[in-house]
């Protein structure tokens, strides 16, 4: 078998990036006696399990490794598969599944007995906000929600597109983008200008976190608006409203610094232990 040149893998790797799509890196970091892969092979997995480039070893390792990916995918999380005999296995005191110091161990089932050290790193896409409005607190949360690794699409009415500052994408009027996916974040700004109209459609996109920015009693006035209008009264439940963590934020930047936090908080939610 002709092994892929790591040149290869890295433009793949750039080219994944490029496009915003989600894949998992294993590289093999330690190998002891006869393994197929040796250390420093790399390879390129999808989120369906399925290795685009690369080599990380034959069937003694993939399954291991695969259902490491797919898991880090899920949660955000690296992983450091280490792949055994039972032998070694039962001398470490551990068994196939389990997870000890970080590592989880999986039972190698090839004759060769070797052991293989993989550690799986999910690479996901930059998280998405999608920002309506040209209000100050606007301006502000595009501005911070990008400095902190957020990909920022602003739809204002073009004409206030000049007040904001490197936002990745602009949108003329408040038609949130089709492209969107259920792991997206909408924060509503337009705050008098506009609300109902961006609330609207809003509502109608697959998001993870959609906030308005906005007192409690005018949010619940949009809301039985909206549900006379014909919207589903299902889609308005989840609104956070007033948008952000409870910090006493009363400045534009300070507001944005609540909002931010709060998606900071959504996102990372389950990846740590305190």
């Given at each position: ?7 290869d ?8 990036r490029?496009?915003?799509e989600p894949?998992?890196l294993a590289?093999?970091?330690r190998?002891?006696?006869?393994t ?5 092979a790399k ?13 990380i070893?034959g ?8 259902k490491?990916?797919r ?16 032998e070694q296995?039962?001398e470490?005191?551990?068994?196939a ?10 039972k ?9 050290d993989?550690?799986v790193e999910p690479v ?23 400095r ?11 004409p206030?597109?000049?007040?904001f500052?490197e936002?990745?994408r602009?949108v003329?009027g408040?038609?949130?983008p ?7 974040y909408?924060v509503?700004?337009?705050q008098g200008?506009g609300d ?7 509502v109608q996109a ?22 006379a ?11 956070h ?10 400045t534009?930047?300070?507001i ?6 709060e ?12």
């Amino acid at each position: 078998m002709t092994m892929p040149r790591q040149s290869d893998i890295l433009d793949l790797i750039s080219n994944y990036r490029s496009k915003g799509e989600p894949f998992a890196l294993a590289t093999v970091v330690r190998t002891v006696s006869v393994t197929a892969a040796k250390a420093g092979a790399k390879a390129v997995i999808l989120a369906d399990g399925s290795i685009t480039e690369g080599w990380i070893g034959g069937g003694c390792a993939r399954g291991a490794v695969l259902k490491a990916a797919r898991e880090a995918l899920a949660d955000g999380q690296s992983r450091l598969v280490s792949i055994q005999p039972d032998e070694q296995l039962s001398e470490h005191r551990v068994k196939a599944g389990e997870i000890r110091d970080g590592v989880v161990y999986a039972k190698n089932m090839c004759p060769s007995q070797g052991t293989m050290d993989v550690f799986v790193e999910p690479v996901l896409p930059r998280p998405h906000l999608t920002v309506c409005g040209a209000s100050p607190v606007a301006v502000a949360l595009a501005d911070l929600a990008r400095r902190m690794g957020f990909f920022v699409t602003v739809c204002a009415p073009a004409p206030e597109h000049a007040g904001f500052g490197e936002a990745d994408r602009l949108v003329d009027g408040y038609a949130i983008p089709v492209d969107g996916s259920e792991r997206d974040y909408v924060v509503i700004a337009t705050q008098g200008r506009g609300d109902s109209l961006a609330l609207k459609a809003a509502v109608q996109a697959p998001c993870k976190y959609l906030a308005f920015v906005g007192s409690r009693k005018k949010a619940a006035a949009l809301k039985a608006d909206l549900t006379a209008s014909g919207v589903a009264s299902e889609r308005l439940e989840h609104i956070h409203a007033p948008a952000g963590l409870n910090i006493g934020a009363i400045t534009p930047d300070e507001i944005a610094f609540s909002i931010v936090a709060e998606m900071i908080e959504i996102r990372r939610r389950g990846q740590r232990t305190l």
